[in-house]
């Protein structure tokens, strides 16, 4: 038997055919990381950390993997390579896709590479409005609060909260 990990990843896109990204990184998470068991609806935002023109669609998956938070990484990194996504000095910019590892069974881990979980969580709104639809009971291990109570305080948890 297998120890299959439960992990919730948001996906973005802001260039090109965005849902065409986002559907095609879901076909690639499925085939090289793990069955998708969940995902949510797709997002249509406003960016978040940098002003651009284009809009972005965001999306949340949860997926069953076998693989460890860094080889999901990895795994990660790839596809959004396949995918075109170009990376310039760690600023945020406008992206064919981006996808992110928001939990990863109730790990905290905190590298240079990997934050779970990730470290801005609780102050996206673009990533709890989709989390929240598939998995409002997911609780944020560090903060030790679910994801419902994290967006019907979202105000206040990114003022207090750094």
């Not at 120890?3 to 990184?25: C, F, M, P, Q, T």
């Not at 240079?112 to 291990?141: A, G, S």
Request: aromatic fraction near 8%; hydrophobic fraction near 35%.
């Amino acid at each position: 038997m297998t120890n299959l990990k439960y992990v919730a990843l948001s996906l973005g896109s802001s260039l090109g055919d965005r849902r065409k990204y986002i559907n095609e990184a879901i076909q690639n998470i499925e085939n090289k990381i793990g069955k998708v068991i969940k995902t949510s609806s797709v997002y249509e935002t406003e960016p978040w950390g940098f002003t651009d023109e284009n809009m972005f669609l965001n999306q949340v998956i949860t997926i069953n993997t076998i693989l460890s938070p860094q080889d999901t990484l990895k795994e990660i990194n790839v596809i959004e390579q396949k995918l075109g996504r170009i990376r310039k000095n760690n600023q945020y910019q406008a992206r064919t896709i981006d996808i992110d590892i928001l939990y990863y069974d109730n790990l905290i881990m905190n590298t240079v590479e990997l934050q779970i979980p990730h470290k801005y969580l609780h102050k996206r709104k673009f990533v709890l409005e989709p989390l929240c639809e598939i998995e409002p009971q997911m609780i944020n291990p560090i903060l030790n609060i679910d994801t419902q109570k994290m967006l019907d305080n979202f105000n206040l948890y990114n003022n207090i909260l750094q």
